[in-house]
């Protein structure tokens, strides 16, 4: 429990539908940690057509969730974003930049940005296409909570003048994600929703080796993949898994893939909500190579690293079932030790007690300074 009970206002994407967004889950992990840890949180969701028509969660036990339809009807929760101790806006808001200067020009206590899609807003930053951030907001949250670690943090800092970058990866409620006795079905799988960037490396480490070894079984599980891919025969493709049956899916899957969005590759540091999900459901994990997963998990002793699809099925063919079992069992460990939503709602609790403190602190260094002249 902390020490101080925190009011804490989130922006978000969605918390109310898992539909064909990773942000559901990594939300919804976080806030039930924090809730946990004594915080009052509301959530205040857009009311968008697309995820109200897929909404699987409607009456969270650890948040008050509330909807707005317009930016003018945002405006009649301006009270408890002006009273909060704390409010987060979170990328991919719908009209988030609107969302961001309402928020900074009302909010009294610690404004900040939860960046979920950084090495993507990073990106649309430099070409002007980011519709949910300016690069002149920056500055004026407290603030920036990056899904990246690494060097991004200082370069945020530097080019765009955010006071504080600090990163909070995405995590894992290991009371949802624990490994489930079932037998296979599959052989290999990989759960994602369709990414243009991310689609050829899935066609290099998932669609190949399915073509190469017909005998193997694979599926894909993920919203929105265009109708003009091919897949092998072998490959079953599954539109979407609710959140609560993911790990059943990872549990019959002797192998899962994780395969990184190229922003995500050049830019490092930037695991993906699904390396956990996979590690906890205690299932052994190949993964494409990228700065930084040696920090979250150890070739060869938790993580199988792929980059061609012969080394996919070198894994698959070779790889003998006690060895398989070692490796999902070492990933597990390392995750529960390192990655659950309590690690994180304790990393972000202490994130905005320090800058609250510092906050403080500002009008009395600014007497004090007045005091020497």
Known sequence: MSSRRLRIVVLGLSLSSSWGNGHATTYRSLLKALSARGHDILFLERDVPWYAATRDLTKPDYCKLLFYQTLSELKFHRAAIASADAVIVGSYVPDGIAVGHFVQT???????FYDIDTPVTLENLDNGTCTYLSPEQIGGYDLYLSFAGGPVLSHIEQLYGAPAARALY?????????????????DLSFLGTYSPDRQPLLQQLLIEPAK???HLKFAVAGAQYPKGISWPPNVELIEHIPPEQHPIFYGTSRFTLNVTRA???RMGYSPSVRLFEAAASGTAIISDAWPGLETILKPDRDVIIATRPEDVLAALLSIPDSRRRRLAQSARRRVLANHTAAHRAAELE?????????????PRRMLEGSRAQ
């Open 350 to 362: 202490k994130y905005l007690l320090e800058t609250l403190q510092n906050r403080s602190f500002e």
């Open 170 to 186: 995405c995590s894992v409620d290991p009371e949802l994600y624990a490994p489930s006795p079932t037998s296979h079905r599959w």
């Open 212 to 214: 190469r070894a017909p």
């Open 106 to 112: 009302t909010a009294r206590g610690i404004k900040a």
């Open 263 to 265: 922003s995500m590759v």
